[in-house]
């Protein structure tokens, strides 16, 4: 790993913190997909399917690879902006419904669909593309998810976030169905 390649360090730190989680916590080890699959899905649809230029850079694939590291790893904010620096920590905390590493912060995730609403662009093309591996997980392993409360969360609480992403909204749209 390159310590020039910012995405490619933030793959690496994603890799390590989720260590030994599977994509499916239910189904464990047999579900055959380490968690990690989940945050490098989320940067293949910004990189690969969403048209959008600005969603490829760097920094935007450094949040969507540790866009769950606060709050399905022990990962401190603090270790995060060590490495990482204050503007993508910051990111990353922002799209933290919650940080594990600290306990009393579990309440905060009344708050979180409070704050998205606020947050730039690209962090809510994030929040979208996270969505869209949900549903696609859904299909996968459908004795896992209910795909039916996934989807309610999708049109009342994810596609108002999108209202200035007409590809993303669509392709959420349609995934719901």
Known sequence: MSGKDPVRKADAFAGLAHLGQWRVESLGAACGEPFVSH???VARWLTEV?????LHEPWVLQVALLHCVLWR??????????VFGRDVAASVRMLSPWM???????????????????????????????????LDA??????????EALV???REKVLPLLHDDPWLE???DASAD
């Open 170 to 172: 669509a392709m959420l």
């Open 39 to 41: 945050p490098r899905a």
């Open 100 to 134: 594990r590493a600290v306990p009393a912060t579990r309440k905060e995730e009344d708050t979180y669909w409070k704050r998205l609403p606020r947050a730039p662009r690209e962090l809510r093309a994030i929040v979208g593309a996270a969505w869209l591996d949900h």
């Open 73 to 82: 790893a022990e990962v401190d904010p603090a270790q995060l902006e060590a």
């Open 50 to 54: 969403h048209p959008d230029p600005a």
């Open 152 to 154: 309610h969360d999708v």
């Open 138 to 147: 859904a299909d996968r392993w459908p004795d896992a998810f209910d795909r």
